[in-house]
């Protein structure tokens, strides 16, 4: 599976981004798909999953509230609507694929390029 991931930039504090993952193959259907994002000097974190159908999602504390995710599998594409930015979510967004059981953050088995969001205060 190949993932490109796109829809970054520098948006005001307080605004808002969308997000898109679009992937290549026949398998999309076949994974969990998830955000995660890297900020400067920061290691990798988990942002939110969403099941292969769509119907379930996981989100991480720091975002629960303000960001959604969704797919389209018609369109194997998956994306991530953020709203009320702040500086602090200013990193490099990746998008990933991977098999997600439901009850903890999903481990990646394929990740897409990663894009840019810098949220200017």
């Known amino acids: 599976v190949q993932l490109q991931a796109s829809g970054g930039g520098l948006v005001q504090a307080g605004g808002s981004l969308k997000l898109s993952c679009t992937a290549s193959?026949?398998?999309?259907?076949?994974?969990?798909m998830g955000w995660f994002r890297q900020a400067p000097g920061k290691e990798r974190e988990f942002m939110v999953v969403?099941?292969?159908?769509?119907?379930?999602?996981l989100y991480a504390d720091s975002v629960k509230g303000r960001f959604t995710i969704s797919r389209d599998n018609a369109k194997n594409t998956v994306y991530l609507q953020m709203n009320s930015l702040n500086a602090e979510d200013t990193a490099v967004y990746y998008c990933?694929?991977?098999?997600?059981?439901?009850?903890?953050?999903?481990?990646?088995?394929?990740w897409g390029q990663g894009t840019q969001v810098t949220v200017s205060s």
């Open positions: 990933a694929a991977g098999i997600w059981g439901g009850s903890s953050e999903l481990v990646p088995n394929y």
């Open positions: 193959g026949r398998t999309f259907v076949g994974y969990g």
């Open positions: 969403i099941s292969r159908r769509g119907d379930s999602t």
